[in-house]
């Protein structure tokens, strides 16, 4: 057994440095990304706590041009109808915003949580089910922040619908579609959230009470 490790105030710092510069991104280069680098991003999953140790998260890479194709064909709609939910003076403003880098990303994953794995033996899902899609997004977190400090950006796409997703992809019936993923070298970089930048929503304080 390694002996425990004790972190420094520069690691601290490091720490804080990465999770205050990981954003949201949207807008790529088309440059490939490096495989050395997807399978340092993909062995960086294996270390993400999960419930039980079911390890539910299942992941897809989505080369083909028709399957990203359609992937954006249903974003559009989905898009479309959620500015059409908004009143006027709400629309123009949702629809100046990009709200995913589905045509310039090279890499793209579709992300999902099988909901009854044989792994873990039911360990701690028992009441929370819902541990199981916790589970999924501390991995998609994990290779955010592993994919941050390879200075790649990761931008999750949840303008899609589910179940269309769950067709598309002809997962087996116990995978639940979590979220689809844009990962690639960032046109522009900044710690400052988009939407914040765009004036649709400032960043606020984590609640935090005592009782």
């Known amino acids: 057994?390694?002996?425990?490790?004790?972190?420094?105030?520069?690691?601290?710092?490091?720490?804080?440095?990465?999770?205050?510069?990981?954003?949201?991104?949207?807008?790529?280069?088309?440059?490939?990304?490096?495989?050395?680098?997807?399978?340092?991003?993909?062995?960086?999953?294996?270390?993400v706590p999960s419930v039980g140790n079911s390890r539910p998260w299942r992941v897809i890479r989505v080369t083909d041009k028709a399957l990203r194709d359609t992937v954006r064909a249903d974003f559009l709609r989905c898009n479309a109808e959620a500015a059409a939910s908004y009143p006027p003076e709400l629309r123009a403003a949702y629809l100046a915003l990009k709200l995913a880098g589905l045509d310039r990303a090279p890499v793209q994953l579709a992300i999902f949580t099988s909901i009854d794995p044989a792994e873990g033996h039911g360990l701690g899902r028992q009441t929370l089910p819902q541990t199981l899609r916790q589970s999924t997004a501390m991995a998609v977190h994990t290779l955010w922040l592993a994919a941050r400090v390879e200075n790649l950006g990761l931008g999750l796409v949840s303008i899609l619908d589910p179940s269309a997703m769950e067709r598309l992809f002809a997962v087996p019936p116990e995978w639940e579609w979590a979220t689809y993923i844009c990962l690639g070298h960032p046109e522009q970089s900044d710690d400052t959230p988009l939407l914040h930048r765009a004036g649709w929503q400032d960043n606020t304080r984590t609640v935090w009470e005592e009782r």
């Open 1 to 47: 057994m390694e002996a425990g490790m004790v972190f420094t105030q520069a690691d601290a710092e490091t720490l804080q440095h990465i999770l205050r510069w990981r954003r949201d991104v949207r807008h790529f280069r088309p440059d490939p990304v490096d495989e050395a680098v997807l399978e340092r991003l993909r062995a960086a999953m294996d270390y």
